[in-house]
């Protein structure tokens, strides 16, 4: 039974202590898309001081988005066979690779499932597979193309389910929670001993993270805001120890997000010379873990 994490917060949802580290050592930093920002002294966490948003707000994203309906289209092509791992995001192309490296088959289940892609991917490759997605709208899509799907967040399926599994993973979905740390408590509760946790967060030293202007790339869609010294304060304090980070170097994406095709062809010059000196960091961070005993 997974008890959760109780975050300290006011009467009006705002936080009152770091959500990672519980240190009451923080700093106001400037605002994004107008929502208070803090960030933590002790661990470098950043956060929107308003922790309590409404779950249905995913809905309308989902419902709403082109971009998602690119992504069920993506689903699509892979339930039917015609795309595979070539056509995953770099980041889930590696983490896969990560896996594999450990285990060739075995049971999965992903965190935050979408439609489904990664896992219909990691279906074909001779994983057993189940999915976990809050949203109804992505959970009923998923289910339709052949995923066994759990429509609710990480901390009810870990509490009724006893179901133990070789492999958990989660892409870009603890930026959206309220509490990180419960949700990762929860996966560490459904973890095999000798498990793995494979995860990717928007990286907060890409330096264009807290510049970025789609809505979907922005609070209150995006609440939380992690770089690896946060990420792995978070893991430790869940019950992990922590494996590896990975990132891309040049962030490509959040340039051109902020500045257009144009902007990102002329700044690529600049981008390529900070990567020469090392000073480059990319828009996504990757990273393995693996439960503490």
């Not at 994983?127 to 109804?136: R, Y």
Request: proline share 6%.
């Amino acid at each position: 039974m997974i008890t959760k994490a109780a975050l300290d917060l006011d009467g009006a949802g705002r936080a009152n202590s770091c959500p990672l580290c519980g240190s009451a050592s923080q700093a106001a930093i400037e605002p994004f898309n107008s929502y208070e920002m803090a960030k933590c002294s002790d661990c470098s966490f950043v956060y929107t001081a308003l922790r309590r948003i409404p779950r249905e707000q995913y809905e309308e994203v989902y419902s709403g988005e082109a971009d998602y309906r690119e992504m069920v289209e993506v689903a699509q092509k892979t339930a039917r066979g015609d795309w595979g791992v070539r056509q995953l995001r770099w980041f889930k192309r590696k983490a896969l690779r990560w896996i594999e490296t450990e285990r060739l088959n075995g049971r999965l289940v992903d965190v935050g499932t979408g439609p489904g892609t990664f896992l219909l991917v990691a279906k074909q490759r001779g994983f057993s597979v189940k999915g976990v997605e809050p949203t109804k709208l992505a959970a009923e899509t998923a289910r339709s193309l052949g995923v066994d799907m759990f429509n609710g967040v990480i901390e009810d399926f870990a509490a009724n389910h006893d179901e133990k599994f070789d492999v958990v993973t989660s892409f870009e979905v603890m930026e959206h929670v309220p509490d990180p740390i419960s949700m990762l408590k929860s996966i560490r509760a459904v973890l095999k001993p000798d498990g793995i946790f494979v995860f990717s967060v928007p990286n907060l030293d890409d330096p264009y993270c807290l510049r970025q202007t789609l809505p979907v790339n922005i609070p209150p869609i995006h609440i939380n805001f992690f770089r690896r010294q946060s990420m792995r304060v978070a893991l430790e304090r869940a019950g992990f120890a922590v494996e590896r980070f990975a990132t891309r170097p040049i962030p490509a994406a959040s340039v051109r997000n902020e500045y257009g095709l144009a902007g990102l062809i002329w700044r690529a010059p600049m981008l390529g010379v900070l990567n020469l000196l090392g000073k480059s960091e990319g828009n996504t961070l990757l990273g393995m873990a693996r439960p503490r005993a």
